[in-house]
């Protein structure tokens, strides 16, 4: 099964470009149907674009409630169909009207071992902490901050001599890595749900049984 995907971002969209490189090195079966930012000029929507990704923003400004705009997010992803939706760099907090409409379907990549260093600016936190190991979180999104059920994490060690900017980058490549891999194993879980199993090699037909029975056999 080809899980289809909406991907939620504000900015830079390293991530989605992850999950877009896996699935055009045909090292993840998916597709990104649509991505959603709330920022009309980031980054992340001009490398969907670049793929041919329908590329939309909507912003919290032109509704008047939360849940207005909540409500818009979730029609935007659900038009889409998704069978599963990424937040990737998405910096705003969703509550009911958006999550209750795709229930255990919503998951986060946070650049901290969770529950560690929730919130902006993980890799400052755990630095200015001094912890010894950070990393990375893929987790289910509730209407918490970053405290949703944890799926995967990686760890990073913290060097001598780091800085933000370093340990970000070295969070990052960790990210990228382990955001795919979730999803590959979230849709290989979702077909196995819907019945089908992934694709196995068949075993070798003679060209007379191919001819004789002129269908694909189990
Ligand atoms: C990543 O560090 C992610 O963990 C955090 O925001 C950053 C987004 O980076 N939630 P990018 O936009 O995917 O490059």
Same mark, same amino acid.
């Given at each position: 099964?080809?899980?289809?995907?909406?991907?939620?971002?504000?900015?830079?969209?390293?991530? *989605?470009? +992850?999950?877009?490189? %896996?699935?055009?090195? &045909?090292?993840?079966?998916?597709?990104?149907? !649509?991505?959603?930012? /709330?920022?009309?000029?980031?980054?992340?929507?001009?490398?969907?674009?670049?793929?041919?990704?329908?590329?939309?923003?909507?912003?919290?400004?032109?509704?008047?409630?939360?849940?207005?705009?909540?409500?818009?997010?979730?029609?935007?992803?659900?038009?889409?169909?998704?069978?599963?939706?990424?937040?990737?760099?998405?910096?705003?907090?969703?509550?009911?009207?958006?999550?209750?409409?795709?229930?255990?379907?919503?998951?986060?990549?946070?650049?901290?071992?969770?529950?560690?260093?929730?919130? *902006?600016? +993980?890799?400052?936190? %755990?630095?200015?902490? &001094?912890?010894?190991?950070?990393?990375?979180? !893929?987790?289910?999104? /509730?209407?918490?901050?970053?405290?949703?059920?944890?799926?995967?994490?990686?760890?990073?060690?913290?060097?001598?001599?780091?800085?933000?900017?370093?340990?970000?980058?070295?969070?990052?490549?960790?990210?990228?890595?382990?955001?795919?891999?979730?999803?590959?194993?979230?849709?290989?879980?979702?077909?196995?749900?819907?019945?089908?199993?992934?694709?196995?090699?068949?075993?070798?037909?003679?060209?007379?049984?191919?001819?004789?029975?002129?269908?694909?056999?189990?």
């Amino acid at each position: 099964m080809r899980i289809r995907l909406a991907v939620l971002v504000s900015g830079r969209g390293s991530n *989605l470009q +992850a999950i877009m490189d %896996a699935i055009g090195a &045909g090292r993840l079966d998916a597709s990104v149907e !649509v991505v959603i930012s /709330d920022m009309p000029d980031a980054p992340a929507l001009e490398r969907a674009r670049a793929r041919g990704i329908p590329a939309v923003a909507v912003r919290r400004r032109d509704y008047s409630s939360r849940a207005e705009f909540e409500t818009a997010l979730a029609d935007a992803a659900e038009r889409a169909r998704p069978d599963l939706i990424v937040l990737a760099g998405f910096m705003r907090l969703l509550g009911p009207a958006f999550l209750d409409r795709f229930p255990g379907r919503v998951i986060n990549i946070h650049p901290s071992l969770l529950p560690a260093f929730p919130g *902006l600016e +993980a890799q400052r936190q %755990a630095l200015e902490y &001094g912890v010894k190991f950070t990393g990375c979180t !893929v987790h289910y999104v /509730d209407y918490g901050m970053d405290s949703g059920t944890i799926i995967d994490q990686r760890v990073v060690a913290v060097m001598p001599g780091d800085d933000v900017d370093s340990l970000s980058a070295r969070i990052l490549e960790q990210e990228h890595d382990l955001l795919v891999e979730v999803i590959r194993r979230m849709g290989e879980a979702m077909s196995k749900a819907a019945g089908e199993r992934p694709e196995r090699p068949r075993a070798k037909q003679s060209a007379k049984g191919d001819a004789r029975c002129g269908q694909e056999q189990a």
